[in-house]
């Protein structure tokens, strides 16, 4: 199984292929009477595609629709994500949309989050003036509305909404078929197995030629695994890891020494039937994949089982010195990370190197918010049952980043993530060198004369700055207390 396995088209069938249970080109009928010609005005709201997640539309008024989601295939618990279409509006048409059936109490959409949208003449998702929206509890105490304002100021547009910035399966097809392509000296790609419709699980290994034959044959070698997208609403997690990908197909020096002194395995998407349909948390058949790992099953998760299994092989002849999982926050900012709690004082500081260097790299990265815990609730996630398999001193992490945006260090407001930013998230080397070097120092145990010169000189750059400005201070301080003294 640790074997590449050649690229095949997906066995998917046709049916599979169908969204399930989304509207498709369906124009709201006025009082009761389906309108057979609709005007333009008479919104048109599809959602039969890729990622489309939306089950009914009623219009209340000429003004007013009322949106509901559909459900998880196989668990009506989870309503979140939607993402639809709308058409056949016409100009400077203000309307009200609200989808009235959102599972979340706590929600991000109180503390100024909105909806993202973009059309046909402008494709960047932008999102909805935060002013515009608004998030109350139903009569239903089990749901949630959320509306929001908004005005169509093209007729010839198409206008598509979303809960965040979507990063579809068929997006991701095509970026591993970009690297593959461009970077086979340094990055192989191979099957680890198929979803419950027949999607791929990819696995791509990032290193030289020599630590990827090691990995072939079984033998020794250092690794570090990143997964990401079990929930496949978590749309922020693909776009870290986008950006990490991103990072390690660079000539950046830092990706050169990651590359040399271990091997990067990234398996980008755990979910993606539940992606393809729009899901928010589930698989096909209903189940939470970040709860299955004690005991996943081929016919129920087969994508955590084929995973399971790999890290089981892997951690049997290579030291995995860490594993790191990528999700999205539906209530919290910014992004930090959350592992496993050690007895041993030693491999507790140890864990919390990672997420201090990610702090002292980027402001969108919070160290206050990262956590370590050992309690039961979590005993079926990824993060506690990998940390088992790598035992005694594995480091297994869950790096959490917020649908929203992140609060800067000093700045009480928050601001909200662009698709760079989430991107950059995953790109840490881009903004401190040294620092993602001390990453690396530490998991691959390079010594600090096997770092690159730049990042050495980097850090003496910013001694002499330092102490320059410490020299500023003094040479003030001193003018102050001569001026004081003489006056005296």
């Known amino acids: ?103 979340k109490t706590k929600s991000l959409y109180r503390n100024g989050m909105a909806p993202v949208m973009r059309s046909t003449s402008r494709p960047a998702w932008t999102r909805i003036a ?4 608004f998030y109350v509890r139903s009569k239903d105490p089990k749901q949630y ?25 068929s997006r991701l097809q095509s970026v591993l078929e970009g690297i593959t392509s461009n970077h086979s000296d340094f990055v192989a ?3 680890l197995g198929r979803s419950l419709q027949g999607r791929r699980i990819d696995l791509l290994a990032f290193g030289t030629k020599e630590n990827r034959l ?15 997208r079990v929930h496949p609403g978590e749309t922020p997690a693909s776009h870290v890891c986008h950006g990490l990908l991103s990072f390690l197909c660079s000539s950046h020096s830092a990706a050169q020494i990651l590359r040399s002194r271990a091997l990067v395995l990234v398996i980008p998407m755990l979910n993606p039937d539940g ?3 729009g899901c928010y948390r589930c698989n096909m058949k209903g189940f939470d994949l970040n709860r299955c790992w004690n005991q996943p099953l081929g016919t129920r998760h087969p994508t955590i089982s084929c995973i399971k299994t790999y890290l089981q092989q892997l951690a049997s002849f290579a030291e995995v010195l860490a594993v790191v999982d990528l999700h999205g ?5 910014s992004s930090f990370i959350y592992g496993n709690e050690f007895v041993d004082s030693t491999l507790m500081q140890a864990q919390w190197m990672l997420p201090r260097t990610f702090g002292s790299v980027s402001p969108m990265f919070s160290c206050a918010k990262s956590k370590f815990n050992s309690d039961s609730v979590k005993s079926g996630t990824g993060r506690r049952t990998v940390g088992s398999l790598l035992e005694p001193d594995g480091h297994s992490f869950t790096m959490e980043t917020s649908f929203f945006g992140y609060v800067a260090p000093g700045d009480s407001a ?14 840490p080397a881009s903004k401190c060198c040294p620092c993602t070097c001390a990453i690396i120092t530490f998991y691959t145990k390079c010594t600090q004369q096997q770092l690159c010169i730049c990042c050495r000189l980097v850090c003496f750059y910013k001694f002499i700055y330092l102490c320059i400005l410490v020299f500023r201070v003094a040479f003030i301080l001193s003018l102050y207390y001569v001026r004081l003294f003489s006056l005296l």
């Open 275 to 277: 992606v393809y349909h």
């Open 329 to 333: 926050h539906t209530t919290g900012t």
């Open 189 to 191: 790609r191979s099957l």
């Open 1 to 103: 199984q640790l074997d590449a396995k050649a690229i095949e088209p997906d066995p998917i069938s046709p049916a599979d292929m169908e969204p399930i249970d989304n509207l498709h080109h369906f124009c709201p009928p006025v009082d009761g009477a389906p309108i057979i010609d609709p005007k333009p005005g008479d919104l048109v709201f599809d959602a039969t595609y890729e990622g489309g997640n939306l089950a009914s539309v009623e219009r209340i008024s000429a003004i007013e629709y009322e949106l509901m989601v559909r459900p998880d295939i196989g668990s009506t618990r989870h309503r979140l994500w939607f993402q639809f279409r709308v058409s056949n509006t016409f100009n400077q048409q203000h309307v009200v949309l609200s989808i009235t059936n959102l599972s």
């Open 414 to 427: 928050i601001t909200p993530f662009l698709e760079k930013d989430y991107n950059e998230l995953g790109t």
């Open 145 to 169: 509305i959320m509306s929001f304002v908004v005005v169509f100021d093209n007729p010839n547009d198409q206008f598509e909404f979303a809960y965040c910035l979507p990063y579809p399966y």
């Open 130 to 133: 935060p002013q515009n929206v």
């Open 214 to 228: 090691k990995l072939l044959k079984k033998t020794q070698v250092k690794c570090l695994v990143v997964t990401a």
